[in-house]
């Protein structure tokens, strides 16, 4: 056992244990047969006091014992805290109480269940097809740019990653035989000015995120910064019909 303890010292101090504790674990495997029967009975030894150090500390964190954690060693658990293990709050840390704040979440989830009308994004989209039509902009133009936005918008997850993915992308300006200045213009109106000293302002919001959070298509008309960009890109967007489609 001593040998045992000078032989294993280092490996159970890595995992936070005593070499005792290392060699109690190589005494139980010598009782084994796979090391009776073994070519190299030591490299057995040495695998199953290793396995039983890993295990043992997982069981140490999840609080349960040893055999218990080498069945759910698969399982993704994290080991047990107290709460007094941290200076802040439990909710100010934990993710399940972690809650977006209104201005920064666009749900483009389906109607609920049972239900006829649709959620306040899709109310949103109509709304900002709405006001383009109010500018007298094609209702086909204006709803296939606005979904096309919508439909990177979901795939990204947030408007900021789907502004810098939209603005580098070709295919949405030839399918709208669209200016690049023209089509970044267009971006700002629906997804809001991304610089960080604009984002809590009305042009860092967005058309559609100010629809979401409570503005009416007749605040919109009103706020003329905001026309004045739309008529600013009215040329540049191609208005011609191409067969089924106004591009």
């Excluded at 010292?9 to 005494?27: C, S, T």
């Excluded at 201005?103 to 109509?126: H, I, K, R, S, Y």
């Excluded at 039509?133 to 094609?138: E, K």
């Excluded at 019909?241 to 106004?246: E, I, K, L, P, S």
Aim: glycine share 4%; with cysteine.
């Amino acid at each position: 056992m001593s040998y045992a303890m000078e032989k294993y010292g280092a490996l159970a101090r890595k995992y936070g244990y005593e070499p005792v504790e290392a060699a109690i674990a190589a005494f139980d495997a010598m009782h084994t047969r796979a090391v009776r029967v073994a070519d190299d009975p030591w490299a057995v030894v040495t695998r199953a006091v290793e396995l039983t150090l890993v295990y043992d500390q997982r069981a140490d964190g999840l609080l349960c014992s040893n055999q218990q954690a080498r069945r759910e060693v698969d399982i993704e658990r994290h080991d047990a805290e107290r709460f007094s293990d941290r200076e802040a709050e439990f909710v100010d840390f934990h993710p399940a109480f972690a809650i977006p704040a209104p201005q920064d979440v666009l749900d483009f989830g389906d109607a609920e269940e049972g239900g006829d009308e649709p959620t306040n994004a899709w109310v949103a989209v109509d709304d900002a097809v709405a006001v383009f039509v109010a500018l007298r902009w094609p209702e086909e133009v204006a709803r296939t740019a606005i979904e096309y936005i919508c439909t990177r918008l979901l795939r990204a997850g947030n408007r900021h990653t789907a502004f810098e993915a939209l603005r580098r992308d070709r295919h949405a300006q030839a399918m709208l035989d669209v200016e690049q200045r023209a089509w970044l213009v267009f971006l700002r109106v629906i997804l809001g000015n991304q610089h960080p000293d604009r984002r809590q302002t009305s042009a860092g919001r967005g058309m559609l995120l100010r629809l979401v959070i409570g503005d009416d298509p007749e605040a919109l008309l009103a706020d003329r910064s905001l026309v004045a960009e739309i008529a600013s890109i009215r040329q540049p967007m191609r208005f011609e019909a191409r067969g089924r489609h106004h591009v």
